[in-house]
């Protein structure tokens, strides 16, 4: 099951990740169960059998759930106070049970499972007795009252309608955890695509959304198949959630009904879930080994449909997630290998955009076929299996004949990013040679270099393989200036100029010190340990002058007072927008400064206080507590660009 941010705050998984190591369709076990549930208040009433369970089987253990019986060959036997059902107990022979429970209410935490007015829900296998299959041929039985309508993965079969409510039954095969099951006052849309039922299961309020939905999902899994494989189920659907995450499962989604109507919904995000078919649910995550699925999906969905909308889009998502890695706080920039999951902004950064950019420049490196080959191979060789970075290097090395070891080495295992140098850029008639630099330990990068000449534009790629490298580009034309990848196609450190101030350089740069203006000491020093995480520093005026990196707290009139009085540019905003209000700004000689203004100082903390949220941004003001403006200071010259004109 992949847990997908919707919201301006990555969310936290609801469970941890599945682990599986289980060898292609090997092992594949058998359950049946039947599910009578009543939204409305939450009862229900579940019965398994699992015929022939392999080794051990474990119990959910539930605070809102109850084991009733425990049938062991047909014997009642008592539950396990370990609540786990050991093999040699059973035996191989059937294990059925009963039990009994209440879904817990909706709160603010989103579970496992929870009931609302207008939908309930189970997440993975926790309400489930599962044994050691690592796979296995789920069959529900679902039944819930007349006006509701129950959804769940797997490939929908019988479906009937009575007196007293509906039944319908999914057929799954896959990993327990990967589950999901689902009932609401849905009105259902279905459209066959070929073979593959399409539906949506929205509220009625929400049902003219159902045509453009599932015209979209039909048009992404063409693509995609053509791209990677045969698509891998039966069929999709579009399950509308009264929480506020975007769900991927085997053939369905869970979105928030808040978003439902937003055209990023049905566009890039929605792309992104029918994505995860093929990566991260049916080409399962090793996740022991880290996860390489949310980048490759990442750059296969969101990026290819920003490359749809023309190369500016697409130039600006790559700055995007580079501007993200520079917000990056020393302790959370990890290597690839650690990422599991994006619980916040911070692992977001590296696990989805770090890691489209490994493929982006993985793309370039071997060319659109042997890219395509190499994807294609390692779809036809791990589905229905899982797969870690080995198994990916494995298939494009395969594709194209080559040792992607380096490259794999160094995008993996290493935290930060190289820094670019344009040393020397020497025009000599129609010939341009450059030295080129990079920060320690140094790459292997291919560096794309746009050199403006009098006949036109010409792109060509320097090989910078250590710390200083030479090279002498022939041109067509004199060279009236060039430009060091200048639309970021590699995994760089930003230079100066590129990227204006960023409000998350205060947590990513050296420890700032706080300056507590008109006394406010213990909202200043409130609110620095808030946002640094780490108890705050303050100094008085005259330690301020001196600090390497300096936050300035106070009321809005005192935090203007004092900008004017220790920068000489002018304001670059009004800086009374909001009731509070956040922006950073260099001094003449570099040093970092962040202000942070509220028109109450006892408001501080309470308005600002989600101000990480905000650090891709320069500026940002708030209101009850939410973002009401947020915007970027205007770039300037950059080290690496020269003009020779």
Same mark, same amino acid.
């Given at each position: ?81 370990? /609540? ?9 022979? +059937? ?24 939908? !309930? ?12 299959? +690592?796979? %296995? #041929? ?53 459209? #066959? ?11 009625? #309020? ?10 979209? *999902?039909?048009? $992404? ?61 049916? *080409? ?33 998502? #790559? ?13 959370? &920039? ?74 794999? &080495? ?68 004199? %060279?009236?200036?060039?430009? *060091? ?86 304001? +670059?905003? !009004? ?6 209000? %956040? ?35 320069? $500026?940002?003001?708030? !209101?009850? /507590? ?20």
């Amino acid at each position: 099951m992949r847990f997908r941010p919707l919201l301006l705050a990555a969310l936290p998984a609801l469970a941890g990740p599945a682990v599986w190591a289980g060898p292609h369709a090997e092992m594949l076990g058998e359950e049946a169960v039947t599910l009578r549930l009543d939204p409305a208040t939450g009862a229900l009433t579940l019965d398994a059998v699992l015929p022939a369970p392999q080794g051990d089987v474990t119990l959910p253990r539930q605070d809102w759930l109850t084991v009733e019986t425990l049938e062991i060959g047909g014997d009642a036997t008592p539950v396990p106070s370990s /609540g786990v059902l050991r093999a040699a107990r059973h035996m191989g022979r +059937p294990v059925t049970m009963r039990l009994t429970g209440t879904l817990p209410p909706l709160s603010p935490e989103i579970g496992e499972a929870a009931r609302a007015e207008t939908a !309930s829900y189970l997440l993975g296998s926790g309400w489930l007795p599962v044994d050691s299959a +690592p796979r %296995a #041929r789920f069959e529900l039985n679902l039944e819930v009252p007349a006006g509701w309508r129950p959804a769940a993965t797997g490939r929908l079969g019988a479906e009937a309608v009575g007196a007293e409510g509906r039944r319908a039954q999914f057929v799954f095969t896959g990993r327990a955890a990967d589950m999901g099951v689902f009932a609401g006052r849905y009105t259902v849309g279905e459209a #066959r695509h070929g073979d593959l039922r399409l539906r949506t299961y929205f509220e009625p #309020r929400d049902a003219a959304y159902s045509p453009a939905y599932t015209e979209a *999902v039909a048009g $992404y899994i063409d693509r995609f198949s053509a791209e990677i494989g045969p698509y891998p189920y039966a069929g999709f659907s579009v399950v509308s959630a009264p929480i506020p995450v975007g769900l991927g499962m085997p053939g369905l989604t869970y979105v928030s009904q808040s978003i439902l109507g937003h055209g990023y919904m049905r566009g890039r995000s929605l792309a992104h879930e029918v994505l995860h078919s093929w990566w991260g649910n049916s *080409v399962a995550v090793d996740y022991r080994r880290g996860n390489w699925c949310e980048g490759l999906t990442t750059y296969m969905a969101d990026h290819a449909l920003a490359e749809d909308a023309g190369p500016e889009a697409a130039r600006e998502m #790559r700055l995007g997630w580079l501007r993200d890695l520079a917000a990056l706080p020393a302790d959370e &920039d990890r290597p690839l290998t650690e990422f599991r999951a994006a619980s916040h902004g911070a692992r977001q950064a590296v696990g989805y955009g770090k890691a489209a950019l490994l493929f982006h420049m993985l793309k370039a490196e071997l060319g659109p076929a042997d890219w395509h080959k190499g994807l294609s191979r390692f779809y036809a060789e791990r589905h229905d299996r899982v797969a870690a970075w080995h198994d990916l290097r494995a298939a494009f090395e395969e594709a194209s004949g080559r040792d992607l070891g380096w490259f794999f &080495d160094q995008w993996l295992t290493r935290s930060g990013l190289p820094a670019l140098r344009l040393e020397a850029a020497e025009p000599e008639g129609t010939t341009l040679h450059l030295v080129l630099g990079q920060s320690g330990p140094a790459y292997r990068l291919s560096v794309p270099v746009v050199v403006e000449t009098a006949a036109g534009t010409e792109r060509h790629l320097v090989l910078l393989d250590a710390g200083r490298g030479e090279a002498t580009l022939r041109l067509r034309a004199p %060279a009236r200036a060039v430009s *060091v990848d200048p639309d970021f196609d590699l995994a760089r450190a930003l230079a100066p100029g590129e990227v204006p101030p960023m409000l998350g350089d205060l947590f990513a740069g050296p420890e700032p010190v706080l300056l507590a203006l008109g006394g406010e000491t213990a909202a200043a020093e409130a609110l620095g340990a808030r946002l640094l995480r780490r108890p705050a520093r303050l100094v008085d005026a005259a330690a301020a002058e001196t600090a390497p990196a300096l936050i300035v707290v106070g009321s809005g009139a005192e935090v203007a007072a004092w900008r004017m009085a220790h920068l000489s540019a002018p304001a +670059p905003w !009004s800086m009374d927008a909001g009731r509070a209000r %956040a922006w950073v700004e260099r001094d003449p000689g570099g040093r970092l400064i962040g202000f942070l203004s509220a028109d109450r100082a006892e408001d501080l903390a309470s308005e600002l206080g989600a101000l990480r949220y905000q650090a891709g941004q320069s $500026y940002a003001a708030f !209101s009850g /507590g939410a973002a009401v403006a947020a915007g970027d200071w205007p770039t300037g010259a950059t080290p690496l660009s020269r003009r020779f004109d």
